[in-house]
Structures are given as structure tokens and as C-alpha cells.
């Protein structure tokens, strides 16, 4: 079932105009998309981050629907103590609507600092979605390295230098981290394919149990992009297999999109102002070895997707 | 009509808990937490209770866990000691800041390092500024009763303030003693049904919670929540006064033992005052003019109670379960700045005793009341009790 972009534009919006976000920052793009994939009321809770602060500096809120944020690392156990008291309420017949509930995380509060709160959550089984907006990187405080940060970019806490490219190691596969903990639903996603993410999303918020979205959400400010490029390098990550399309069907692999011609990784790389030193001569090898990972990723990906 | 039970600190804080039938309890086992978990654990799995257990993944997902559920509506608890709760430092704040009426047992264990696992106050004294309020437990049945007293205060409209539930590790938790206990039906009617104001879980008026808030507001937030706590003085003694029709046992904020005439007062806290009441009637029938002072309820501190009784006496040792390193101790500091103001004040010793489980002797408590009578102590020094 496809989704009709005439009939999402007459719902309401869950995340309202007015918030602080940059222009062209992927978070509210999704965040919004996202809630619109489904009719079921939502609870929202949301770690500290880019859209936690952009969006309910106080007296102001741009949440139109109940939205709880705690702390940095604790997205996913303060959802889970939402979900924990419908279930309860529910069962004692003090609440009769069926909810949904959704935590939203950068991958800092995800990848890093919320691993344990996150795999808690969802090796306990709550009804609930987790979904990473990944910009790669701490962008909230200054683009500070994370464990999404990709190799070979440039941090401001793993800085290209005289004797340094930036990043040394590969960002952690944290959708097959979720998907390990054999929850019914995980998947990857990007802004480009927008209805490939919406279908995630519904899927996600509406399968019974714990499911995770891990999207790629590109940052303008630290990136280094141009404020309207953020679907085009979202396209990009998908085109060059850096950011593959996939999902875990209650553990079924599928690959949700391949390439006709995979694009090579230095259409992603020298367009953004973090790689911009891999374009010097002497990192010609950092590029090549990334672009060998890539592939390497991608192949291994088709094959457990082929089982 | 109630009954009688033998019971341990920890089987107490489970039974009130199981009888306070909370919406959601989200723990993690810690030593010597661990037999109020695996209490109710058990209460859960026989239906005894509607309660959603949440096993979680560590203290911090505990008290965030916690958190959520609370700003959902639900009533809920926690228990945790020691590293437990240093862990969930962070969002114990945060609890308490977002105005949400957790009640949280804590059984008090030394701080690592070295790790033990035996009592000192050093893990809830390092939450004293959480903005939580804290009571003290002497024993099996304080526990039982301080946690439904903590229950209807914390969720009174006045206060809306998270509270912790204090025992002494091992010496309460794991002693058995007769503990008396209200009928069920008794608790459910005197609690009533816990319907907060706003919640999560109300579509028609969605809320946000834990919004940024900076120099613009943050200070105003901050006074309200300051207002809250002092709110606990005027409501404590309603609800204590509530809870002793039902019980016939007395909760007040500091309890008085032989006070009035005497000349040398020990300030303490949990159950070295079982200790010291018992060296008191000792000395007392020797003819010495001591008493005891026993602080039930630390946060908020009723300092202007304890400064009318104490400003007349002759000289106050307070003993700590808990040092602060490089300076005095947290309940010799309190008692010392409430006299400040006072024209004629007693001098005020301060003990150091029991740090990772060491007891506590009747004979150290002699060793106090002693030197108060001879005026042997120092005020500008610590002492400590049966360190070697």
C-alpha cells in the first residue's frame, strides 16, 4: 500500500511549525513523517538532543501530542515506563484507547551513551518503537565524534589534522545490534525513499512488541552542506550502498532497495565539507579502504538477505 | 483487624508495598535490596498485586523507567541501595524536579570504593540535595509504616515530591522482628486511588514534559520546587496524624526520648537509635541525665523542632553513619547550623560511627555520654567510634 501525499497533507501535525531546528536538518522531516504513518495516538519520548531542545524551549511546545523528555540516555527506559503504565492502567480498566509509543534518539543518545536502556528495552518485549535520527555525530553540542560517526570524517573531537584524517573506525551496525535481540521489527531507512520509510514506520509503530528505525537524518550545519541538499545527499547514501535499505522482518532479512549502478563512495565524500581533507592525495588509501568496506558491508548484507 | 507478622526490614518494605498495589514498580536486585525485589517478585507472579514489574536493565533504567510511568499517571515505586542509587543520581533529580511522587525503599549500604556491601548512610546522604524528601527507619516496622505514610504525603496535591524510605542494610533488612500489619482494606481506603492532574496518557490535553528551560525560567522553577518541600512540614503531620488512628503508633518528625531532663543529648538516625535508647535507659537508671533524639524525617530538616529542644541542653553529640570528607558530617552540620541563631546553644560533638557495617556498640554510645558529662570532647574535631 502506497502512501498518497495529498491525504497525509490534510492530517494533523503531531511536531507543529515553529520549532527551532535548522533549515534542512532531517529530524522534524522524519519525526513528522513518521507520525503521520499511523492513526493511533502516540506518546512520544525523546532523548536529549538537536530536536528534544529545538523544539520545546519552555513556555514553548511544538509537540502536539504527549511528549516526555528525562535525560540523554534514558529514551528508551523512559518509554518503556510509559508503556509499562498503560499496560497497567489498561489492564485494570482505567484506560480503554489503544496507544502507541515511540522514543526519538540522535545516535548519540542511541549508539553511544542509550545502548544499555535501548537493549533493555527491547530484549523486555515492550510495545513500543525506538527510532535513531542519525547524523553521525554529538551535532546538538558542536559535531563531537560518536559511534556513528563514519570513517574518515572529520569531528571536532576526532579532527582531521596533520597527522590525522578524522575518523580511524567504521560506525557500529546498530540496526543489526537491534535486530539481534530478536524483536518482530528493525530497519534501516533514509529521507530519499520516503515511502519505503513511511511503510517502515506504520510497520514499526503498529507490529505488536518492540521495533527499531534506524534513519539516516543528514546534518547541514556540520556536514557542511547546502541547507536544500539534505534529500539529495540522503539519495546519495543510498545510491553509493553507504547507507543500504534493509529491514528485519520478525527475522527475516530483506533488502529493500539495490542500486541498478552502485555510485562510487566519492560522490558522498566530496560533497561535504567533514570529508573535505580526504580529497588531499595522501588519503587517496583512507577512501579506498572505505570504499573496499562499503562493498564488502553491502555483499555480506545481500547474502543474509538471500537466506 | 490487622495482624502480627515476623518479618525482616526488607519483607516489611514488600508487604506495604504489595498492600500499596502499585501501578508499576521498575527495580533492579542490588544487596541488600535484592529480598524486597524478589518479594514482590513473587506477589506478582502468585496475582496477588496488578502491579507491571519492570525488570530493568540497571538502576538508571530503573528511575528513568520510573519517571515515565509516573508523568503517565501511574503510581509507582522503586527500590534500590548503595551503587543502586548512585547510579540513578541523575534522574533521581530529575524525579524529583518533574514533581513526580515516586516512593522509592532505600536499604542504606556503604558507597564503593572499597566495595561492601554492609550499612553506612553514605548512598542516600549523597542524594540529601535531590530535592527528595528522606525518612529515616528504625526498624522493621517504621519501614513498613514510613512507606505508607511516604505514599499519601508524596502524592498529597501540596507537595507532588518523590520520597525515600531509609533502612540500615543488613541490621534492619535482614533482622527479623514482629511487625504489625493493617488490613488490606485498611491501606486501599486510607490510600485511595492516585489521579494526578496531567498525564501522558490524556490525548484531549497533551502535555509536554522535561522541556528545555534556561535562565529565563529555570530560577522560578527551581523556588517552586523549594516551596514544595517545605509544603512536606505542614502536610507530614496531617498525614502522620492519619496514619497513627489507624496504626496507634506515633510518627513525628524527631522523636524524643528522655529528653526533658536531660542534660546530654545524642542526635541520631535509624537504628543506632535503638542503640543509644537502650544505653539511655541504662545511664538514666544510674541516675545520669541523658536522652536521645532521634531524627525520623531528614528532607526536609525540621530545624526550628530540634532547636527548641536542644537550645537549653548542657552539651549534643551527634553521630553520623556517613562522613564527608573534609569537612563535618551531614546531620552534625545540620544540627550545628540550626543553633546558629540561638543566644545560649549547646556545644555540638561530632561522631563518626558504623562506616561499612562496623556495629555500633552500647558501649561506644556509653563512651559519647560519658565525655558529654566530663566535657572531654573537642567541637573543632571529629571522633570516630570503634575505628581502629
Redesign the interface.
Given at each position: 500500500m502506497a502512501f498518497i501525499l495529498k491525504e497525509l497533507l490534510d492530517k494533523p501535525e503531531k511536531l507543529t511549525s515553529g520549532h527551532r531546528l535548522c533549515p534542512g536538518c532531517g529530524a522534524p522531516i522524519l519525526a513528522k513523517w513518521i507520525m503521520m504513518a499511523t492513526d493511533f495516538p502516540l506518546v512520544v519520548a525523546n532523548a536529549t538532543g538537536c530536536l528534544e531542545v529545538s523544539t520545546t524551549i519552555y513556555p514553548y511546545t511544538a509537540w502536539n501530542t504527549p511528549w516526555i523528555h528525562n535525560a540523554f540516555e534514558n529514551a528508551a527506559a523512559t518509554i518503556a515506563g510509559v508503556e509499562s503504565a498503560y499496560k497497567s492502567l489498561s489492564r485494570q480498566g482505567k484506560i480503554k484507547k489503544k496507544v502507541k509509543f515511540i522514543a526519538f534518539g540522535g545516535d548519540g543518545g542511541t549508539y553511544d551513551i542509550g545502548i544499555q536502556a535501548l537493549s533493555g528495552a527491547l530484549e523486555r518485549g515492550h510495545d513500543m518503537v525506538y527510532i535513531c535520527y542519525d547524523n553521525e555525530g554529538y551535532m546538538n553540542t558542536g559535531a563531537q565524534r560518536s559511534g556513528a560517526t563514519p570513517k574518515g570524517a572529520s569531528t571536532t573531537t576526532e579532527p582531521a589534522g596533520k597527522v590525522s584524517y578524522g575518523k580511524k573506525m567504521r560506525h557500529k551496525d546498530l540496526t543489526a545490534i537491534a535486530a539481534a535481540h530478536h524483536i518482530p521489527y528493525a530497519a534501516q531507512a533514509a529521507l530519499s525513499n520516503w515511502q519505503d520509510l513511511m511503510k517502515k514506520a506504520k510497520k514499526a509503530i503498529e507490529v505488536d512488541g518492540p521495533a527499531f528505525l534506524n534513519i539516516l537524518s543528514p546534518c547541514v550545519r556540520f556536514w557542511r552542506i547546502p541547507d536544500d541538499q539534505t534529500i539529495e545527499i540522503s539519495k546519495l547514501a543510498v545510491e553509493t550502498n553507504f547507507w543500504p535499505l534493509f529491514e528485519i522482518d520478525n527475522g527475516k532479512w530483506i533488502l529493500n532497495y539495490k542500486p541498478r549502478e552502485r555510485k562510487p563512495i566519492m560522490d558522498w565524500i566530496k560533497v561535504q565539507g567533514r570529508y573535505k581533507h580526504l580529497l588531499q592525495e595522501k588519503n587517496k588509501p583512507v577512501i579506498e579502504e572505505i570504499q573496499k568496506e562499503i562493498d564488502e558491508y553491502f555483499h555480506w548484507l545481500e547474502k543474509r538477505c538471500s537466506d | 483487624m490487622g495482624k502480627r507478622l515476623a518479618l525482616t526490614g526488607d519483607m516489611a518494605a514488600a508487604e506495604s508495598m504489595r498492600q500499596i498495589n502499585p501501578?508499576?514498580v521498575?527495580a533492579y536486585p542490588i544487596t541488600p535490596q535484592t529480598e524486597i525485589m524478589m518479594t514482590f517478585s513473587q506477589f506478582v507472579a502468585d496475582g496477588l498485586v496488578?502491579?507491571?514489574l519492570?525488570?530493568?536493565?540497571?538502576e538508571?533504567?530503573?528511575m528513568?523507567?520510573?519517571?515515565?510511568?509516573?508523568?503517565?499517571?501511574?503510581r509507582?515505586m522503586t527500590a534500590t541501595a548503595a551503587n543502586g542509587l548512585a547510579l540513578m543520581h541523575?534522574?533521581v533529580y530529575?524525579a524529583a524536579s518533574t514533581r513526580l511522587p515516586i516512593v522509592m525503599p532505600v536499604v542504606n549500604r556503604a558507597l564503593s570504593a572499597p566495595i561492601n556491601i554492609h550499612c553506612d548512610h553514605s548512598d542516600t546522604m549523597a542524594e540529601r540535595d535531590s530535592g527528595w524528601i528522606q525518612i529515616f527507619s528504625q526498624d522493621p516496622q517504621e519501614v513498613y509504616d514510613h512507606i505508607l505514610l511516604a505514599l499519601k504525603l508524596s502524592e498529597h496535591p501540596d507537595v507532588l515530591l518523590p520520597t525515600m524510605v531509609n533502612q540500615d542494610g543488613f541490621i534492619t533488612s535482614h533482622g527479623v522482628e514482629p511487625v504489625e500489619i493493617l488490613d488490606d482494606s485498611v491501606v486501599k481506603t486510607w490510600i485511595g486511588d492516585y489521579k494526578p492532574k496531567h498525564?501522558?496518557?490524556?490525548?484531549e490535553n497533551?502535555?509536554?514534559?522535561?522541556?528545555?528551560?534556561?535562565y529565563d525560567?529555570y530560577f522560578e522553577h527551581k523556588r517552586q520546587q523549594v516551596d514544595a518541600i517545605d509544603n512536606a512540614f505542614k502536610i507530614y503531620p496531617q498525614v502522620a496524624k492519619e496514619l497513627s488512628k489507624l496504626t496507634k503508633r506515633e510518627y513525628p518528625m524527631i522523636e524524643q526520648y528522655n529528653i526533658e531532663k536531660a542534660d546530654h543529648v545524642i542526635v541520631t538516625m535509624a537504628s543506632a537509635a535503638g542503640t543509644t535508647r537502650y544505653v539511655v535507659d541504662q545511664l538514666t537508671e544510674k541516675g545520669e541525665k541523658v536522652g536521645l533524639l532521634k531524627i525520623r524525617l531528614f528532607r526536609p530538616f525540621p530545624a526550628d523542632q530540634i532547636v527548641n529542644i536542644l537550645k537549653g541542653k548542657k552539651s549534643v553529640a551527634v553521630l553520623d553513619r556517613s562522613a564527608s570528607f573534609g569537612s563535618f558530617p551531614p546531620l552534625a552540620e545540620e544540627i550545628r547550623n540550626a543553633l546558629y541563631d540561638e543566644k545560649t546553644k549547646p556545644p555540638v560533638y561530632s561522631f563518626v560511627f558504623g562506616l561499612g557495617g562496623r556495629d555500633l556498640l552500647p558501649s561506644h554510645v556509653e563512651h559519647v555520654f560519658k565525655g558529654l558529662a566530663k566535657g572531654s570532647f573537642n567541637t573543632k574535631t571529629i571522633e570516630y567510634l570503634g575505628v581502629r
Open positions: - | 501501578d508499576v521498575a496488578d502491579t507491571e519492570v525488570r530493568v536493565d540497571s538508571h533504567s530503573a528513568s523507567a520510573c519517571v515515565g510511568s509516573a508523568a503517565a499517571g501511574a509507582t541523575e534522574v530529575i498525564t501522558l496518557l490524556d490525548f497533551p502535555i509536554t514534559v522535561g522541556p528545555l528551560d534556561l525560567y
